[in-house]
């Protein structure tokens, strides 16, 4: 099945490079382009795409509230890979939060866009790159919230440090030495325990109760 | 170096630059002591006294006048530049007009003071030398006295005179000495920045420095979403070349123009920010006290010594790029050292300035014996006023600096 892909961005240029690149893909369809917030929302309803590449700074409605827009209103929404041209911008933390599924820069290779657009719309893994890991430590809370992370098994924190590290499901099977849908198990229980949509939420919980710290070491 | 307990200082050189500073200051007067000494002669106030009263009695009214002179905003850059070339005082001194009503106050308690002093200093560098001369003789003149009316007390103890006499001939150097130690310790206070000025002089700077970032901030992002587009069109392109040739031209186009643009834009900008730099006069050793005043407000532990050395006679280009050794020393003193102490010495000798700068290494040594490239430029521009630096560790444990420049090298 063809993946549906929203472009939405301000810049002419990234828009035609975008869809230039997806476009010379078998499998992969650019259905549509927004210029703002709104257009995004409003195409991204009526076009039903599988993925939208969302650029963080819009005119008119942010990326980050369109994000939390179609998230919150859309039955099945698209998931959502967010777009930004510099890696410290602290918009791409909150869009995160808001229920995006990944981000991407714009300097990435056409090779690593593809591979995240594919990535993003099968929902098996996540773009988790070190930036991120320092935009959830600085965003952080005074006083964490642990009360999720406690109701976890011992099990269930290993496999969550280990999706905070970036890895699929596959990767963390191998890791903890058990079969793959073992570990959709713990995932789907941790989801549930940390009361979170899906696992980048999860992930950014845990960053943010101060589970897991930037340099990979461990709290408890 | 200056022994700073020594008899020598009643007469170095930095004492014979105040004693011309309190001259200058008794040339300042005159005007205003003849206008005084006129009023007086004309209403008769002085009649019934001595010659000597009746010109204190016009200095009582000449201060004053001088106090109002003073309170002029001219004031403070004409006894400024003199105040920084002469007195050798330790601290901030302005050269600029006293805009504000304290400061022309200031500016005028010092323009009293300095005529005031100058004055008496004169006075007695005047007279009193000549009337120890004639003490000296006055035993060996015998019946020939002159019929000074003062001699009279001292003509009964005549073995006596010489002594006094002694004294008198070398008074104007005590005189000189603590008059021109009064005003080099007060210079700053009032005529440098108050508070109140350095405060708002640091806030201009503030601003300056937020609207120079903001610009900076502004250009980063511009020139960052230029080049992000220029990319991904170029990743099209190129994947897209055989395939459709068409897409690559147009992207090519694209690329072209948004790199030209964006390099405009950098140029305009850089130029603004360039404007915003160039406006100050790059610092000389005149200005080598305010650099060791931040120095040392800087944590850093500073022990300054001179001999033979002022600022005023030395060279400009010599003296900037003196400035900027002793500068780039104390900088890197102040990031390897910390707060060991630095040994920083300007000594002239021969037709020579000689800079020292010494401090404790730290015990990590850095491997950078042959300095950086703040070290390598300053070599070269030495090199060009055909003097000499040398830095490095010496087998005390130290890192030194010693730079030898001619005096006589530049233009």
Not at chain 1, 148 to 167: F, H, K, N, T, Y
Not at chain 2, 258 to 274: P, Q, S, Y
């Amino acid at each position: 099945m063809t993946t549906r892909v929203l472009i939405a961005d301000d810049e002419r240029l990234i828009r035609s490079g975008f869809r230039a690149i997806l476009g010379a893909e078998p499998g992969l369809d650019v259905v549509g382009e927004a210029a703002d917030g709104v257009a995004a929302i409003a195409l991204a309803a009526e076009l039903r795409p599988h993925v939208v590449m969302m650029d963080v700074r819009m005119p008119k409605l942010t990326g980050i509230d369109a994000t939390a827009h179609l998230v919150r209103t859309m039955p099945e929404p698209p998931r959502i890979l967010v777009v930004t041209t510099f890696e410290n911008d602290s918009y791409v933390y909150d869009a995160l939060r808001a229920g995006a599924h990944g981000f991407l820069l714009k300097r990435a290779r056409a090779d690593e866009l593809l591979h995240a657009v594919r990535l993003v719309a099968r929902g098996d893994s996540l773009l988790f790159p070190a930036a991120v890991r320092d935009l959830a430590l600085r965003h952080a809370p005074v006083a964490p919230d642990r009360s999720g992370i406690d109701r976890l098994s011992e099990r269930e924190r290993e496999v969550l440090r280990l999706m905070a590290a970036g890895l699929a499901n596959a990767e963390i099977a191998e890791r903890i030495g058990v079969g793959p849908e073992t570990v959709k198990t713990h995932v789907a229980r941790i989801l549930g325990k940390l009361d979170v949509r899906d696992r980048t939420q999860a992930v950014i919980a845990a960053y943010e109760s101060g589970f897991v710290t930037a340099g990979g070491g461990r709290r408890g | 170096m200056t022994d700073p307990h020594g008899i020598r200082r009643l007469v170095d050189r930095r004492a014979g630059l105040r004693w011309t500073h309190l001259l200058l200051g008794a040339a300042l007067l005159m005007p205003f002591q003849v206008l005084a000494s006129t009023v007086v002669g004309t209403t008769g106030m002085a009649d019934g006294h001595t010659a000597l009263v009746a010109q204190l009695m016009a200095l009582a009214l000449a201060l004053p006048l001088a106090a109002l002179a003073g309170l002029l905003p001219i004031t403070r850059s004409l006894e400024g530049p003199m105040a920084r070339t002469f007195c050798g005082a330790d601290g901030e001194i302005l050269t600029s007009s006293a805009a504000t009503w304290p400061a022309r106050r200031r500016a005028s308690a010092w323009f009293s003071l300095h005529t005031l002093l100058g004055g008496a200093t004169g006075a007695v560098s005047l007279a009193a030398p000549p009337a120890g001369v004639l003490l000296i003789v006055l035993p060996g003149l015998g019946h020939r006295e002159p019929g000074l009316p003062w001699l009279h007390p001292i003509a009964t103890h005549v073995w006596a005179a010489p002594v006094l006499g002694t004294a008198l001939l070398v008074l104007p150097v005590p005189v000189s000495y603590t008059a021109g130690r009064i005003l080099a310790r007060l210079a700053p206070a009032l005529l440098g920045p108050t508070p109140a000025d350095r405060l708002a002089a640091a806030r201009q700077r503030a601003d300056r420095m937020a609207e120079r970032a903001r610009i900076a901030r502004e250009l980063h992002d511009s020139v960052g979403h230029a080049l992000s587009a220029v990319g991904v069109q170029a990743a099209a392109a190129a994947r897209l070349l055989r395939t459709d040739p068409e897409f690559a031209a147009t992207a090519l186009a694209a690329i072209e123009e948004t790199a030209r643009d964006a390099v405009a834009e950098l140029d305009h900008v850089l130029g603004l920010l360039r404007d915003e730099g160039d406006r100050t006069a790059p610092p000389t050793l005149a200005d080598l006290p305010a650099l060791l005043d931040r120095t040392r407000a800087a944590g850093a532990e500073v022990d300054y010594a001179e001999d033979g050395f002022e600022p005023a006679v030395l060279p400009g280009t010599l003296s900037r790029e003196a400035y900027r050794i002793v500068q780039e020393g104390l900088g890197n003193a102040l990031r390897h050292a910390g707060d060991a102490p630095v040994r920083l010495c300007l000594t002239v000798r021969e037709d020579t300035l000689e800079i020292t700068l010494a401090n404790p290494l730290p015990p990590r040594r850095r491997t950078r014996a042959g300095g950086g490239s703040g070290l390598t430029g300053m070599r070269e521009r030495v090199a060009l006023l055909r003097g000499s630096l040398v830095a490095g560790p010496d087998d005390g444990g130290q890192w030194r600096l010693t730079a030898r420049l001619p005096l006589g090298s530049t233009a």
